[in-house]
């Protein structure tokens, strides 16, 4: 059978290229692997040989040492793939079917997923509601930064592209559809906005630029876009956002030299919890972004939530954090009776409108993240660039085929 070759945490700051079992039908024993999931039989599912796998900021927090996640955890949660092999209870995915793959990993089955809720599936991970590939406290299913990756519950899970051929012409586009173009969709959906829409997104990190380009989708009038990385910052002026360097003074003044009026309707947080202050230098304050949203949001509008924010947090600043226990001004928020919503994105919910979108060129996501796709074996320096504020969503392409 052929081997694997993958993506792995190996500590804080380090990441290698890993040899790994080829995938197989039942969950074996491994780092971060829930012992209740260990022999657990995936008749239902599918493997893949992965045609683009994203670095997500989610995964740059594990790097950081930020989570509790074990060395040796094999990464990655945004996949596309073409199926190689099916297990023999799928019957609707075939061998040779190019998919986008949720990261979130859903049941179909249980209450959640049946309300559309498939970020909370309850049959996945038996630590608590949600699961996810490569990821801490997720259950332990194996990432896809990785050549091949298993993928459960197939014919539930995987969205099969209309045309190969049309959808590897897009590739850079559609590998988005796996996270962060409905996570940020997700964040402004949640946020209110439509048409006509103003909207502060704050971060102009990928998962930002996503929730811009979403915001745009949906209609919004304006689309402002706050952070301290300049680059970024410039690159979502590229694509027609208004921008905020939020060092550079008041947030609702700069807020008023562009819309003439110090709020907005609707708010993004795309940043999550190792926020700090408004300046380079300042010291981490997890609660800034979303005290700072809330100021900013007019009374009555809605936040949208889809940064991360964690319940154990080894390196926080202090031990409240390390539990995920911020000081968020929630008298604030109930004052002007603001609507927020946090936690996964559903992407099944949002993700064959959003690759509709794509087939017919009503949106260019990967121009907005500024895709970049680099080798498997190039990785490591993928994550070290991206810690360093590089403008660019790095994708993976285990097999040479985006160059191709």
């Known amino acids: 059978m052929s081997g694997n070759r993958g993506v792995a945490y190996m500590g804080p700051g380090k990441v290698e290229i890993v040899d790994l079992d080829y995938p197989e039908f039942t969950v074996k024993d491994g780092p971060g692997v829930n012992p209740a999931n260990v022999g657990r039989k995936v008749s239902h599912g599918a493997i893949l040989k992965c045609v683009s796998t994203n670095i997500c900021g989610s995964d740059q927090h594990m790097v950081r040492g930020r989570t509790t996640a074990p060395a040796g955890l094999v990464l990655g949660h945004e996949i596309t793939g073409e199926v190689v092999e099916v297990g023999p209870d799928v019957e609707f995915i075939k061998t040779g079917d190019l998919c986008s793959v949720p990261f979130n990993i859903a049941c179909g089955r249980c209450r959640n997923c049946k309300e559309g809720k498939t970020g909370v599936c309850l049959n996945v991970n038996p630590d608590r509601p949600g699961s996810a590939y490569g990821y801490v406290d997720m259950g332990g299913w194996v990432g896809g930064q990785a050549e091949y990756v298993l993928v459960p519950y197939a014919d539930w899970n995987l969205l099969k592209f209309p045309d190969k ?78 921008t905020i360097d939020v060092s550079q003074g008041n947030l609702k003044d700069q807020i008023v030299q562009i819309l003439g009026e110090p709020e907005v309707d609707a708010a993004v947080d795309a940043v999550g919890f190792e926020a700090r202050g408004q300046a380079p230098d300042a010291p981490e304050t997890p609660a800034a972004v979303l005290n700072t949203v809330m100021e900013v949001t007019r009374a009555g509008g809605k936040i949208g939530i889809p940064g991360l924010y964690v319940t154990g947090d080894p390196g926080a600043v202090d031990e409240a954090a390390k539990e995920g226990s911020l000081s968020i001004r929630i008298g604030l928020g109930w004052a002007r009776s603001h609507e927020f919503v946090t936690g996964q994105c559903p992407v099944m919910r949002y993700n064959r409108q959003l690759m509709m979108a794509i087939l017919h060129d009503r949106v260019q996501i990967a121009k907005a993240v500024n895709a970049t796709p680099i080798s498997l074996d190039d990785a490591p320096q993928g994550y070290a660039d991206f810690d360093k504020g590089a403008a660019k969503k790095y994708v993976l392409d285990p097999h040479g085929l985006i160059n191709a």
């Open 165 to 242: 051929d049309q959808a590897m012409a897009k590739i850079l586009d559609l590998t988005m559809l796996s996270d962060i173009f409905p996570t940020g969709f997700h964040g402004c959906v949640t946020a209110g906005v439509g048409p006509g829409s103003t909207v502060y997104i704050a971060g102009a990190g990928p998962v930002g630029l996503a929730a811009a380009a979403s915001a745009m989708l949906l209609g919004a009038a304006a689309v402002i876009v706050g952070d301290l990385n300049t680059e970024r910052l410039a690159h979502a002026r590229s694509f027609g956002c208004e």
